[in-house]
Structure formats: C-alpha cells, structure tokens
C-alpha cells in the first residue's frame, strides 16, 4: 500500500469508527488516566511537603526529582518487568502482561513529572500565602488546602503535562503490557507493531489520534498558564 492509500484508508478507518482502533484508543485513555491519579494523589502533597520544609538535603531532594524527568521509560518498565515477573517479589500479583500493571508503569512514569512541575510551582508561590493561612488559624491540613487550592492553576499544569508524559511513552506499555490485542494494546504499542508489519493505515490513523490528544493537552497547557494570549 502507498503512503496516499494508507492515508485515506486511515481517515476512513477513523471515520468508519473502526472497533479495533478505538478500543486500542480507550485503553490508552484508561491506562493513562488511572496511572495519572495513582501517581498524582501522592506527588502533590509530596511536593508540597517539599516546597514547604527546610531540611537538610532538600535540595538534593529536589534535584533528583527533576533528574528524573529524564529517566528513560524502557528502563522503568525492565524495573517493573523484573519486579512483576515470576521470579519477581511482586509475581504472586499476576500483574504482568494486565492493564493493572500497566497502570502501574504508568504511574512510576507519571510521578517524577506531576512532582517535579507542582514542586516548581509551589516553590514560586509567595511565601506569605501559607504565612497568612497560619495566622488565621488554619491546622497543617488547612494550610496545604489553602496554597494548593490558590496554585491549582499550577498543579492542574503539572498534571496535564504528566498526562502528556504517560499517553505518549511507548517502552514500558510494550515490556509490561506484552502488546496483547484487545486487552493491553495502546495507541503507541500499535503504531510500533503496525509499521513493523508494513501495515501503515492503522497506525497513520492512530498516530492522528496521538497528534490530536497532544493537542488538545497543549491547548489546555497554555490556558493554564496564561499563556499565547488565551487570557488577555
């Protein structure tokens, strides 16, 4: 098939609404949002904690928590492989080869971002917001709801970008999700697999889709952030 035909087979397939194609998109949504909130829920009071205690190493702390931001995927899923298979400590789970477990990549890939932008967000926030929360009476609880709730501007930036991180990452869905049709196949596993075999309609279509999420999650970025004149 030449490139013109793949391309006009792929938009028909997505505007046939082609059942293959968009399970495989519905998985990676799945996958990437459930891995987005494991890692989220933990990563913004972590950050806060952070942002908001002098201790000693804490930079340090911070540093490698934006190393991180680097740390190649394939890596964390061999890491995960390791620790799912069945000679693994987490092998009795049955994780391996499941979308549980890629949730779970998800999220180890998702952490070191949604952590490092609500850290770089928190740490520009003036320091009189949680002064002032304090003198008004507010517990420990209250004043991380106060500042996180005034930075959620910030923090919702952090977890936009995050998602932008796990949807499109390829090397740890393929180790620990196996590229299984129907239950583990994700939109960059598919594209990989797709081309592999020549057979580019599917993956032109799916990589449209991935272009169109990309999108979409600059978009909501820049409105975040104020940024390209979205709130002039």
């Known amino acids: 098939m030449d490139i013109s035909s793949a391309i006009a087979e792929a938009f028909r397939l997505l505007l046939a609404g082609d059942p293959d194609l968009w399970l495989i998109v519905w998985v990676s949504l799945k996958v990437g949002v459930l891995g987005l909130l494991l890692a989220t829920l933990p990563a913004v009071p972590l950050a806060y ?45 049955g994780l391996l080869f499941t979308q549980g477990g890629m949730i779970l990549g998800q999220a180890a890939i998702g952490f070191p971002v949604v952590l490092a932008f609500s850290l770089a967000a928190l740490q520009a926030a003036d320091v009189r917001l949680r002064e002032t929360a304090l003198v008004l009476g507010a517990g420990r609880l209250g004043t991380m709801w106060t500042v996180l709730r005034e930075l959620r501007f910030g923090l919702f930036a952090a977890v936009v970008a995050g998602f932008g991180r796990v949807i499109a990452e390829v090397g740890s869905a393929l180790m620990i999700g196996g590229n299984i049709e129907g239950i583990t196949r994700t939109i960059t596993t598919a594209i990989a697999l797709e081309t592999s075999k020549g057979e580019f309609a599917q993956g032109i279509a799916l990589g449209i889709v991935l272009v169109a999420l990309a999108l979409i999650i600059n978009v909501i970025l820049a409105w975040l952030q104020g940024a390209g004149g979205f709130r002039r």
């Open 49 to 93: 904690l952070i942002a908001s205690h002098d201790f000693p190493g804490r930079r340090v702390v911070v540093v490698i928590a934006q190393a991180f931001l680097s740390f190649p995927t394939v890596l964390v899923g061999l890491i995960l492989y390791l620790l799912l298979s069945r000679q693994g400590p987490l092998g009795p789970l």
